[in-house]
């Protein structure tokens, strides 16, 4: 059971790996799309800038394609923001480079097959025959008991009053004991 735990806690760590690689993978594809409206975008302020000179737009026109251009340069500084957390979330985990690692092909499994290697079912299986152990420790306690007891016990004194008025002698004494004892509890609270 506690090995199961110590599986399952390993499992969750490499989930947060796998998702932190996601995330930046993610992350770097839509820095990339960013990159090419940012692209666009500074091309139809340029060209935008030379239809104002021309006089052939109005200045609202350029004053939109720049307020877009922010956005675009806005949700830049947002998304590598969120990259620099998810890598530095990633780099508690790893020091690989994320782009080395290969993500797990995912394919989906039979019931059987989920079953059998499933770590929560296992664990909760363990569980449920430690509670059965426990059972069973609970209702020993409800059953008769026979005890059986022994002893023995050799004694030897000298002078053992440590005075003058007292004679000086020695004894020797031995003397052996068993018992046996049958219980039933009746209540148990």
């Known amino acids: 059971f506690n090995r199961l735990g110590i599986e399952l806690k390993t499992n969750g760590v490499i989930k947060q790996t796998i998702q932190a690689v996601m995330k930046l993978q993610q992350l770097d594809l839509s820095l990339l799309q960013l990159k090419l409206e940012t692209d666009d975008v500074t091309t139809e302020v340029a060209f935008l800038q030379d239809q104002v000179a021309v006089g052939e737009v109005d200045l609202a026109s350029l004053d939109k394609a720049m307020i877009a251009l922010n956005d675009v340069s806005m949700k830049n500084i947002d998304l590598e923001n969120q990259r620099r957390e998810v890598l530095y979330e990633f780099s508690l985990f790893s020091d690989k480079a994320y782009e080395s690692i290969v993500l797990p092909q995912l394919k989906i499994l039979d019931k059987e097959a989920y079953l059998a290697h499933n770590i929560n079912v296992k664990q909760s299986e363990f569980k449920s025959k430690e509670n059965n152990y426990w059972n069973k420790v609970v209702i020993s306690q409800y059953l008769p ?12 004194g000298v002078n053992q009053t440590f005075s003058d008025d007292y004679p000086v002698y020695s004894t020797t004494s031995s003397y052996n004991s068993f018992g046996f004892r049958a219980s039933m509890p009746l209540f148990d609270v």
């Open 145 to 156: 008991a026979v005890n059986l007891q022994l002893q023995y016990n050799y004694n030897e």
